[in-house]
């Protein structure tokens, strides 16, 4: 990996990707898992009644979200973001960081999955607030904080090589620009869906 400011100091390369992503031994998750998570995404999004033409996947990796969106959304345009010189050479994403990419347009639908626990907090909270401009529909927001760690990681197989900040800390910064609906799916502050009082998100 390239040096990116706010980024931590881990080899994105061929070994890391295997280790987390691949080898069924190690990984903390397959790409069957990855899929399912983007059929999700994608259908909540067509529930819900976005159109979606422009998808940004922000952080993408081995770009396991790309299947469901060709499906789901067969017309719109899909841009995988990654600052690892690896993936990007291998896969041809767009070697930008999510901190501070600024296309012409923003997108309908934003997926970041497990990405800002490699930035420190001032990176982060860029990041954050970038996706407020990247992201005109909806967001797919995901990320492994203190809590997660505590209770729900399996840590023989999760990379301990991060930030771990409290959940409220991300809600809060996320709250400027989006509503939550649940699931990690958040939507535009302005944008109201029809939602029945129990698919609320309950207090």
Do not use: I
């Not at 994105?12 to 995404?41: C, I, K, M, N, Q």
């Not at 345009?77 to 690892?84: H, I, K, N």
């Not at 090589?161 to 302005?190: D, E, I, K, M, N």
């Amino acid at each position: 990996m390239s040096a990116k400011k706010g980024v931590c100091p881990l080899l994105f390369d061929a070994g890391f990707y295997r280790r987390y992503y691949v080898d069924p031994r190690t990984r903390v998750a397959s790409r069957e898992d990855a899929v399912r998570l983007g059929r999700f995404v994608c259908a909540y999004a067509g529930y819900l009644g976005f159109t979606v033409r422009r998808v940004l996947d922000a952080g993408c990796g081995l770009g396991h979200f790309r299947g469901p969106v060709r499906k789901a959304f067969p017309r719109a345009r899909y841009v995988g973001l990654e600052t690892s010189d690896y993936l990007c050479r291998r896969f041809g994403w767009l070697q930008e960081s999510v901190t501070d990419y600024a296309p012409k347009e923003p997108f309908d639908l934003v997926f970041c999955h497990d990405v800002l626990q490699y930035l420190d907090d001032r990176s982060a909270v860029r990041a954050l607030s970038n996706l407020g401009r990247l992201s005109r529909g909806a967001l797919y927001f995901s990320v492994l904080t203190a809590e997660d760690w505590r209770r729900n990681a399996d840590r023989s197989r999760t990379d301990s090589g991060v930030r771990l900040r409290p959940a409220a800390w991300y809600q809060a910064r996320l709250r400027r620009h989006f509503r939550h609906l649940g699931g990690g799916f958040l939507v535009r502050r302005g944008f109201d869906p029809l939602l029945w009082e129990l698919e609320r998100p309950w207090v």
